[in-house]
């Protein structure tokens, strides 16, 4: 059994480095499967925003690294949330352009194991089969029981996670 | 295994790391006051709720103006302040000021020529240098 930096030093997984401003420190840890990266660099790196948005997908995963690593809130009263639990332990995380589908293995660590453009998402309902291929990443994981976080609500995986706090 | 770095411009980095920060702010101010709706900013500023609410959740661009319309209706003032890279830098970041690159503009086809033809003053340079250059024609 390994634990998430085992998987990391193996090359399992990649953790993501957030290049946090000024003298913040990482109060959460985002990993990513090498496919996620590949996808990353390849597909998602070059697509431009379908909303009338001058930052890009890239960018805003960019942006979104940086708060979810800073430990900022990923919910705002009212209607501004960027995360979404599907079931069985797997959430969805969001931008304006993009869906990051994993798992939280610990408390504020969130594996990543796909990513796509949200409109893709919507029009086709990938919904459940990402969902599904996660669960089916996160059982082939060589990884330390329990291997993910139980809970329906954001407290359950998240600290901070809303603002104003609870 | 190297960890994973998305790889973007220094400005770019810049310009997402503000825009989120302008819509984090509003976002707050909005938060911090529910009594105040999406329905009556819109109505006040003229446009319709649609708008503002897409602005705020950050699906569509805001001019400065807007920024400064929703943070008055909001009961807030936005400030704003341009800080050296290297004073904003800690320990934790490297800083990274854009390189402004001297770009040459060459319209058309660029055609070595003598001082002389380039620029209308250039005999009073050379003859005062005591040297001739030739240089591509740029704009």
């Known amino acids: 059994m390994a634990t998430l930096l085992d998987l990391h030093d193996a090359g399992v997984i990649r953790r993501v480095e957030a ?24 597909e998602i790196a070059e697509l431009h925003s379908i909303f009338e948005h001058e930052i890009d997908p890239i960018e805003q995963l960019f942006v979104f690294i940086g708060e979810f690593c800073s430990g900022d809130p990923l919910i705002y009263e009212r209607q ?5 639990n599907l079931g069985d ?15 939280f293995p610990v408390r504020d660590c969130f594996v990543c194991a796909a990513i796509d453009q949200a409109t893709r998402v919507k029009e086709l309902n990938l919904y459940g089969p990402y969902a599904q291929e996660c669960v089916r990443h996160r ?28 | 295994m190297p960890s994973f770095r998305i790889s973007l411009t220094p400005h770019r980095k810049a310009a997402a790391r503000f825009v989120n920060l302008v819509h984090r702010a509003l976002q707050r101010a909005y938060a911090d006051h529910p009594e105040i709706s999406q329905t009556e900013i819109a109505n006040t500023i003229g446009v319709h709720r649609s708008v503002i609410n897409r602005q705020l959740r950050g699906y569509k661009d805001m ?20 800080k050296k890279i290297e004073e904003a830098a800690g320990c934790n970041a490297r800083p990274e000021p854009a390189a402004l690159n001297p770009v040459t503009i060459v319209v058309g086809t660029a055609v070595p ?4 033809q380039a620029l209308p003053f250039a005999n009073a340079i050379s003859a005062a240098t005591g040297t001739s250059q030739k240089m591509a024609a740029v704009l």
């Open chain 2, 113 to 116: 020529m003598p001082v002389a």
């Open chain 2, 63 to 82: 001019s400065l103006g807007r920024v400064a319309e929703i943070s008055n209706l909001l009961g807030y003032v936005p400030c704003f302040e341009l």
């Open chain 1, 89 to 103: 332990g797997i959430w969805e995380l969001k931008t304006r352009d993009l869906r990051l589908f994993g798992w």
């Open chain 1, 19 to 42: 290049e946090l401003p000024g003298r913040a420190q990482d109060e959460r840890l985002i990993y990513i499967y090498p496919k996620v990266a590949e996808r990353i660099e390849n």
């Open chain 1, 139 to 166: 059982d082939a994981l060589d990884l330390d029981e329990p291997k993910f976080l139980v809970g329906d609500y954001p407290n359950a995986v998240l600290s901070n996670f809303t603002y104003p706090a609870p």
């Open chain 1, 80 to 84: 501004i949330w960027s995360l979404n």
